[in-house]
């Protein structure tokens, strides 16, 4: 069963189109990477060189809506945070055989009555169709959670809860290599 999970994840990395992350998870022990526990973001550090697979499960909503999602994390979680190159990239987590973040997709849209939320699991949540921050900020944001941050209102950046930009910061990357949510590799 862990062996499966392993191939699984090898193959959807396997499948990204960038080599930085190929290469980060051809190497070493595969088995390494594997959480038996149903940890949720895998993410290799190789000195300030940061490569963050997430993998989601979208239940609900149109192919369009959930690639929008994907996309929308992508764009704000790749780039020069602080000090770290970060590469992130979102795969279909349903063929992994371990639990993995769960998206439900409401079509409608956040509002004060049913924001865009991951649950206190970090690993499962309800995302609206039709976002209220620009860019799709929302799911951005939620990510954030997904890879074990909390909100930190009053910022203007990503993890504020009411963000209007897409500021990721070098202290968010920080924590992210350090949340006991994820699966960290270190690459020597
Ligand atoms: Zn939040």
């Known amino acids: 069963m862990v062996k499966q999970t392993t191939l699984a994840l ?4 396997a499948s990204i189109s960038s080599h930085q992350a190929n290469a980060s998870y051809a190497k070493g022990n595969p088995l390494t990477y594997v959480d038996p526990s ?3 973001a895998y993410v290799n550090v190789s000195g ?3 490569t963050i697979v997430l993998p989601i499960v979208f239940q609900g909503g149109t192919w369009d809506q959930q690639q929008a999602m994907a996309g ?4 704000a979680w790749n780039g020069q945070f602080g000090q770290y190159n970060v590469q992130t990239t979102v795969v279909n987590g349903s063929t992994l055989t371990t639990p993995v973040n769960t998206i439900q997709i409401d079509p409608g849209q956040s509002d004060a009555l049913g924001l865009s939320r991951v649950y206190g699991d970090a690993m499962s949540g309800k995302w609206f169709a039709k976002p209220t921050r620009t860019c799709g900020l929302d799911y951005a944001h939620e990510a954030g959670h997904l890879m074990g ?3 930190h209102p009053g910022t203007n950046q990503i993890m504020d809860d009411i963000t209007t930009t897409p500021t990721v910061t070098g202290d968010d990357i920080t924590s992210i290599i350090n949340s006991p949510v994820n699966i ?3 690459e020597h």
């Open 149 to 151: 941050l909390g909100d």
């Open 10 to 13: 090898l193959a959807l990395a």
């Open 38 to 40: 149903g940890k949720v």
């Open 184 to 186: 960290i590799t270190h």
């Open 48 to 50: 300030n060189n940061i």
């Open 72 to 75: 929308a994390i992508t764009d």
